[in-house]
Structures are given as C-alpha cells and as structure tokens.
C-alpha cells in the first residue's frame, strides 16, 4: 500500500468514525420490540427446518431454505442494535465529501437502488429455482424474506425523505418504521406456522402386568 492510499483509507476510517459510533442503534422499546420479533420467527424458521413434514422430493430444499431463513433473521436482530447500515451509510457520505461527487450523491443513490433491485429480483428468481414446486407453502415466506431485505437495503442507501417517513408515528405513536420492518418478519412467521408437522414418534408402552 502506498502512501497515497494509505492516506486516503485514513481519511476514510477518520471521517466513518467521526460520524459513527458503534453501540446500541435503537434503544427503545420499539427497537427492543423489533429485535424479539426477529428473533422470535427466526426460530420458528429452525423449527420448521427441523420438525416440518416436508414431501420427499423437496424436503432438502425446503429445509435449506428454512434454515438460512433462520440464519438471516437471526443476523437482522444482531444488526438492528449493531446499526450497521448507518456504518454503511456513513462511509458512502464520506467517500462522497473525500472524492468530490457529494453534490451528485442523489443520482448515485438512485444508482443504488437500482442495482439493490436489480439483485433482489436475481435473488428473488433463484429463490423460485430453489423451491420450484413448493410455491404453494414456501411463497409467503419469500415475499416477507423479501421485504425485509429490501427494508435494510433502502436504509442503507441513507435517502433523507424516506428516513423522515420512516421516523413518523402511526396509530398509538407507533413508527412507520417499526410498521414496515415488522411486516417482513410477520409473514415469515405466519408462513411457517402454517407448514404441516411431522407426528411425533409413538413410545411403545409396556405391557400391562399379568395378576399374580
């Protein structure tokens, strides 16, 4: 690495961390809220991993499906309070300012967004590749799987307005935002409890004893 570049990577690590601190990202009770959900269906994802009577010529994939499905939730709970995004979010405004283009940094969000919903679609149809047959139990989950990626990913993207949306309160001073990012997680869950389970194995009891 030369000087040059390691300058500029300082400059960089100086300004993130100038901006950002990591900690607790939402320290309220919705934030608390949130993270419970999340950890809630991730779960009933390993659950129905692990217990869901699939059929036999998917039930590999459905499991995989399910499994990673508890993986991302799981790894979405640790984020919410990590606040990641907002590391994310914050490197881009610095890269901005440090390489002169902060004044365009609209169009290259624009940009962003565009390529996020270029690969979720990708993701989306190598989902359907994947649980290709299983539609009828397994399309509830990846619409909410869905949802909540491209939830996080608009986050990350730092638009001021959809912030601003996000931070107003609904019924009972609710946030918008707790309303949105839970809508995800709520349709992964109500998909997996609607998956069949396999029966418990019977025990055999042992005989009754014969009267002496």
Request: hydrophobic fraction near 50%; charge should be positive.
């Amino acid at each position: 690495m030369n000087f040059r570049t390691g300058g500029a990577v300082q400059d960089i690590y100086s300004c993130v961390f100038g901006t950002w601190r990591p900690g607790i990202g939402d320290p309220t009770w919705q934030g608390w809220t949130t993270v419970a959900v999340y950890l809630a269906v991730a779960a009933l994802a390993l659950r129905a991993a692990r217990t869901a009577a699939f059929p036999k010529p998917s039930a590999r994939r459905e499991r995989v499906f399910w499994s990673l499905v508890a993986l991302a939730l799981l790894l979405l709970a640790i984020n919410k309070q990590l606040d990641l995004q907002s590391a994310l979010t914050a490197t881009g405004r610095c890269l901005a300012k440090l390489q002169g283009w902060y004044a365009e940094r609209r169009a290259v969000q624009t940009e962003f967004i565009a390529a996020i919903g270029a690969l979720s679609l990708l993701v989306l149809l190598g989902l359907l590749w994947l649980l290709r047959g299983t539609l009828r139990r397994s399309a509830v989950a990846i619409v909410g799987l869905s949802f909540v990626s491209a939830f996080v990913l608009i986050r990350a993207a730092g638009f001021h307005h959809f912030d601003h949306l996000l931070g107003m309160p609904t019924l009972l001073s609710v946030r918008t935002n707790m309303v949105l990012e839970l809508t995800g997680p709520l349709l992964i869950a109500l998909a997996a409890l609607g998956l069949p389970r396999s029966p418990r194995p019977v025990r055999d009891r042992p005989p009754p004893a014969r009267p002496s």
